[in-house]
């Protein structure tokens, strides 16, 4: 069965410093996103990707957060510059269509900064 | 603001039992609702996605029931599986906002042999 990937699985950083979360999407999926859950929280957008732009953004997503799709099937995560507050799992999902259709999550990659 | 409230936040079944979880929201208008299920430190998996012209839909021991005149849904269990111990989330999809979702803080359930 297809399925979203995600690396790593955990990620560990010194604050201020930049990290990128890899996501391999389902193959034929047209959009793309990313939500993170802080410990003990609910699920967040924070930000969904389609025709190689952003389609929508929270307003979680600032100027330390960039995405891209830089080949035909990663699609990145980066935070510039790494607060203590961005420790969290971070989920990539995927859709084939945009509305009512499934989402579907990678396992998650757990970001820590110390 | 578009809010997906769950509870109970958890619960403790008896294998072999049946349980129902109970989701309220005030997102509008939205395009449709889904029950998630989400295992310790993975990615949630979708269990059904519901209109808001449909009122029930199954998948296996899951039924899931929406009444979008009150704004409720709920999850029923039936016959728990060790297996089904897992947060059961409740995740609204505003109309027009595609895969923009609002989740619910899910309902942790135990099931006890």
């Known amino acids: 069965e297809p399925e979203v990937t995600q690396t790593p699985s955990h990620q560990v950083t010194q604050m201020g410093q930049e990290v990128i979360l890899r996501c391999v999407p389902i193959?034929?999926?047209?959009?793309f996103y990313w939500y993170r859950q802080i410990l003990g929280q609910k699920v967040e957008f924070l930000v969904s990707?389609?025709?190689?732009?952003?389609?929508?953004k929270s307003e979680i997503f600032d100027d330390q957060f960039s995405v891209e799709r830089p080949d035909g099937s990663n699609f990145t995560l980066k935070i510039r510059s790494t607060k203590l507050e961005d420790s969290a799992m971070y989920f990539c999902?995927?859709?084939?269509?945009?509305?009512?259709?499934?989402?579907?999550f990678g396992q998650g990659t757990r970001l820590t900064v110390v | 603001k578009n809010q997906v409230e769950q509870s109970p936040q958890s619960l403790i079944i008896l294998e072999g039992k049946n349980c129902t979880l109970q989701?309220?929201?005030?997102?509008?208008?939205?395009?449709?609702l889904r029950w998630y299920k989400q295992d310790t430190g993975r990615g949630p998996v979708s269990l059904t996605i519901?209109?808001?012209?449909?009122n029930t839909k199954s998948n296996g021991r899951y039924t899931a029931t929406l009444d979008a005149d009150t704004k409720q849904s709920s999850l029923h269990i039936t016959a728990s599986q060790l297996s089904d111990s897992a947060s059961y989330i409740c995740?609204?999809?505003?109309?027009?906002?595609?895969?923009?979702?609002?989740f619910g803080g899910g309902t942790r359930v135990l099931v006890k042999p």
């Open positions: 999902a995927s859709s084939a269509l945009r509305g009512d259709t499934e989402a579907f």
């Open positions: 193959s034929n999926h047209l959009y």
């Open positions: 990707f389609y025709n190689n732009e952003i389609s929508e």
């Open positions: 989701c309220n929201y005030t997102v509008s208008p939205f395009s449709n």
């Open positions: 519901m209109t808001f012209s449909e």
């Open positions: 995740v609204v999809s505003p109309k027009a906002a595609g895969n923009k979702l609002t």
